[in-house]
Every structure is written in C-alpha cells, then in structure tokens.
C-alpha cells in the first residue's frame, strides 16, 4: 500500500547543518548532528541537552542508555552527563545508516547494501539480515511493526516491512524530503531526520 505520508509537525534540529539520525526516550527527540548529540522538546522544538560527541548517523535509546554511530563504533552513552560508558564495533564499519533498539537488541541500518542488521548490543555480534529493496537511512519498531526510512535523490518517506523477509507492506511517501532517521514515539507519531534541511519532521503513523 502506497500513501503520502501526512506531516503533523516539524523543528529544527540542527541550524545550519544536517541531522544524521533520530531517536526519543519518551520525553525528548534525541538528534545526531555531526559534532554533537542534541535533545529537543517535540511540542516547542526547543533545545534542551546538547553533547559534544561525534553523532555521524543513527541513535537509538534502550531505556537507559542512549547508542549513537560515530563512523565505524557504535557507543553507548548516560544521557544524563554525555559521557560514552561502552562502544562496540559497527557492523558495517563506517557504512552504517540508521539504528534502533528492541527486543533486548540493536537494529542497524544500512544505505548502499538495503539492509537492516541485528547485532548484540554488548558484543556488536551480528544474530541476523534483513535484505530490503530500498535504500535504508533509518529504523524503528513499534507494536511488533518494523519500518525504515529511505532516501534517494532527495525523495525520502518510511516503509514497514515484513521482518521474517523484507517485504514492503506500507510506503509513507515523502517527496521533495530527504529522511536521514526515524524513531517511533512508541504510538502514533514517528519523528524523521530532514538530512541537509537541518529539520526533524513529525509524522502520523498509517
């Protein structure tokens, strides 16, 4: 099923620069920014946290902790004080995209190879691959629903995909919109990193 995504909201997220991923520990919308982690109020867009931490692509948060890629590691970071209290490889060792966390696991995206990576968030083992058909810059589950974000040549939106084989069954459209990351607020909203427009989009959920 192919629809347009509806857009309900969106801040900026990085003025002047890219947000490279997204993510949301119930309260606020972590951004990945290049040089810094950022956390925003999703009602005013206003900046609450910032954190000099290289922040090169995808965030996720576990409850606790929050995992930020930062070329080919991914760390593990107290999102109180910003401080890294562990890293682990990244599967795609500087290629990686998006990333997300369930089920006790991280969820890594990947662009150029269309895939979704799982891998052990203590060791960075990899436990499986899911092959996609579409170029993957984001990830996040919500009610046992996977979706992805995706971009190419500057037309973006988010798909939900079969786990067990990659089947797309739901495309929210985004033309004209990079989407650089995508986090579930774990109900009827995704936020979706805007890449170069610096902007973090919100979305209703089909």
């Known amino acids: 099923m192919n629809k347009r ?3 309900v909201g969106e801040f900026v997220g990085n003025a002047g620069g890219a947000v490279n991923g997204v993510s949301y520990d119930g309260h606020h919308v972590w951004a990945a920014t290049g040089d810094r982690m950022r956390s925003f109020d999703p009602v005013t867009g206003a900046e609450v946290t910032t954190f000099d931490l290289p922040a090169h692509a995808g965030t996720a948060y576990d409850g606790q902790h929050l995992y930020q890629i930062a070329d080919a ?3 593990k970071v107290d999102p109180q004080s910003g401080k890294v209290v562990d890293t682990i490889p990244a599967p795609g060792a500087g290629k990686d995209s998006g990333l997300a966390w369930a089920d006790g696991s991280l969820w890594v995206g990947q662009y150029n190879d269309r895939q ?5 968030p203590d060791t960075g083992a990899v436990q499986r691959v899911i092959q996609t058909n579409r170029f993957v810059t984001g990830v996040t589950w919500v009610d046992g629903e996977l979706w992805h974000g995706y971009s190419d040549d500057g037309d973006g939106g988010l798909a939900r995909i079969d786990p067990a084989n990659g089947n797309v069954l739901v495309n929210l459209d985004m033309p004209g919109i990079s989407v650089s990351g995508v986090e579930s607020d774990g109900a009827d909203r995704f936020f979706c990193g805007g890449g170069e ?3 973090v989009h919100i979305v209703r959920r089909a």
């Open 5 to 7: 995504a509806e857009i």
């Open 73 to 75: 590691i991914i760390q």
């Open 116 to 120: 979704i990576v799982q891998i052990d």
């Open 197 to 199: 427009s610096g902007k």
